[in-house]
Every structure is written in structure tokens, then in C-alpha cells.
């Protein structure tokens, strides 16, 4: 049910089940007492040195549970992650710039804005690159603006 939400990008199985393969630990849900999903975090770490980093493929939360602090906490379980066990220096995820809504969750859970990339979403959308420091990012060099746009064949990983 989650999935049928518009604001919620959709993947296949093959996928979903390559990343609870590759990267289980990273991944994580919430439930209500009847067994029904309340919303989900697909995650995964990669890059090198400096620029290794968690990365948040999708989180997602089913509109009746939206609003009640569960996508915070599942960002808060990505970012503990890969802080704790994965020794990132950030953690950064792609929004699309028409998502104010979730740009201003995001803000709040103290991402800002690193860089735009154009064209991000099938050519048709522009998406943020929002990054977050993590303590091993003493100077929190990781986020500072990038101060122009890139294309999706330049981004790193």
C-alpha cells in the first residue's frame, strides 16, 4: 500500500531484494501493532576517502502514518548506521525540487543543499543532492555548496 502513494518512487523486486542483500543492515521498517507497514528505508554506503558516505536510496512513509515522526526516525536509524558501523563521513539522499514538503523534513533533520542535479528524474526533473555531516566530518567539508549545477553523468557513484 505504501508503494501506490504518488510521492513514492518505485522500484522493482530484483531491486528492493538486491539492496536487503547487499546492504540488510542499512534497510530498515516500521510496522504498526497490527503487522501493517508504516513506512520503510532503503540505504546503502559507498564512495571512497573522503567521500565515503551512507547514502538513502528511498524512505518512504504510508500517508494515515505521516506526520508522526516516522521518517525521522528511520533517517535517524540510517544516519546512526552509518556513523556507528560504516564509519561515513556524511550521509546524503536526492529530492526532487518540486518535494518542498520533504526538502523542509529534510532541513529540519539538518540536510542542506550541496548541489542541484539537472535533469536527475528521467530527464524531466531537477533533483537536490541534500547532504548531512557526520561526526567523522570534524570540518563538515562534506557539505559545503558545491555553487553550480551538475549534470547526472557527473555525479560521483
Do not use: E
Given at each position: 500500500h505504501?508503494?501506490?502513494d504518488p510521492l513514492t518512487e518505485t522500484y522493482s523486486v530484483q531491486f528492493y531484494?538486491?539492496?536487503?542483500?547487499?546492504?540488510p543492515g542499512i534497510c530498515g521498517s516500521y510496522e504498526d501493532a497490527?503487522?501493517?507497514m508504516m513506512g520503510y528505508?532503503?540505504?546503502k554506503a559507498e564512495g571512497q576517502?573522503?567521500?565515503?558516505?551512507?547514502h538513502v536510496t528511498a524512505v518512504t512513509v504510508s500517508p494515515e502514518y505521516r506526520r508522526l515522526g516516522v521518517a525521522s526516525n528511520l533517517m535517524a536509524f540510517l544516519e546512526e548506521v552509518s556513523q556507528d558501523i560504516y564509519n561515513a563521513?556524511?550521509?546524503d539522499l536526492f529530492v526532487r525540487v518540486s518535494n518542498q514538503l520533504a526538502q523542509i523534513m529534510y532541513n529540519g533533520l539538518q540536510y542542506s543543499i550541496y548541489r542541484q542535479v539537472i535533469g536527475y528524474y528521467s530527464g524531466e526533473e531537477d533533483a537536490?543532492?541534500?547532504?548531512?555531516a557526520l561526526k567523522r566530518d570534524v570540518k563538515k567539508e562534506s557539505v559545503v555548496p558545491l555553487g553550480r549545477p551538475i549534470l547526472p553523468e557527473e555525479l560521483e557513484w
Open positions: 505504501i508503494n501506490l531484494m538486491q539492496y536487503l542483500a547487499t546492504w497490527n503487522g501493517r528505508i532503503l540505504g576517502k573522503k567521500l565515503w558516505h551512507g563521513y556524511f550521509v537536490y543532492d541534500m547532504r548531512k
